[in-house]
């Protein structure tokens, strides 16, 4: 079963994350890229504005083709504002996921992981829509607001993770 983790990431925990689980996983990596610039101030709110809109960022064509070539999709996203980013929004939206397992990871600053349940209800409908099925959503808290997650606490963190 050849399984992708597609992720997105602005400060690296996310990156981070997704790179231990294609370790633990033996599973390919691809990174999402955003065109829309989310660095300093500006960026900071048109991240959580854009986020809390619920958006789908515009992915390039070939990214969303190469995820639709997996059996199973884990995607990891930073959480912004509550919601997942448009950069996770857009492979629930835009990719070919028909008959797919999707698993998704959340990297958040809050260690209680508030919103998780109403995250978990939003992707559920979208994936339905898609014909998908969901394999789980895992939610990571990375305690730290514009830095790096510390890669021995994520470690720890992400030893209970399994696509169901
Ligand atoms: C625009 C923006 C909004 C954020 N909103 C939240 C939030 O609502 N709740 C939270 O726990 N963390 C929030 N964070 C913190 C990120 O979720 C956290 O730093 C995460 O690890 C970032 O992942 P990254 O390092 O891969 O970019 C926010 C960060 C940004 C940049």
């Given at each position: 079963m050849k399984t992708c983790i597609a992720f997105f990431s602005r400060d690296g925990s996310t990156k981070l994350a997704a790179e231990i689980l294609a370790e633990k996983l033996k599973a390919d990596l691809i990174e999402l890229i955003d065109p829309v610039n989310y660095r300093g101030v500006i960026g900071f709110l048109r991240g959580g504005f854009r986020a809390s809109s619920g958006v789908s960022a515009k992915l390039d064509a070939e990214t969303l083709k190469k995820i639709a070539s997996y059996d199973t999709v884990v995607a990891a996203t930073p959480i912004w504002a509550s919601k997942t980013t448009p950069a996770f929004n857009a492979i629930l939206?835009?990719?070919?996921?028909?008959g797919k397992r999707f698993v998704a990871l959340t990297v958040q600053g809050d260690l209680n992981a508030a919103g998780h349940d109403q995250r978990v209800s939003d992707m559920k409908e979208k994936l339905a829509a898609a014909g998908a099925v969901f394999g789980g959503c895992y939610p990571v808290g990375s305690a730290k607001f514009g830095r790096c997650a510390d890669k021995a606490d994520l470690e720890k963190k992400l030893e209970g993770f399994k696509i169901e």
């Amino acid at each position: 079963m050849k399984t992708c983790i597609a992720f997105f990431s602005r400060d690296g925990s996310t990156k981070l994350a997704a790179e231990i689980l294609a370790e633990k996983l033996k599973a390919d990596l691809i990174e999402l890229i955003d065109p829309v610039n989310y660095r300093g101030v500006i960026g900071f709110l048109r991240g959580g504005f854009r986020a809390s809109s619920g958006v789908s960022a515009k992915l390039d064509a070939e990214t969303l083709k190469k995820i639709a070539s997996y059996d199973t999709v884990v995607a990891a996203t930073p959480i912004w504002a509550s919601k997942t980013t448009p950069a996770f929004n857009a492979i629930l939206t835009e990719a070919a996921l028909s008959g797919k397992r999707f698993v998704a990871l959340t990297v958040q600053g809050d260690l209680n992981a508030a919103g998780h349940d109403q995250r978990v209800s939003d992707m559920k409908e979208k994936l339905a829509a898609a014909g998908a099925v969901f394999g789980g959503c895992y939610p990571v808290g990375s305690a730290k607001f514009g830095r790096c997650a510390d890669k021995a606490d994520l470690e720890k963190k992400l030893e209970g993770f399994k696509i169901e």
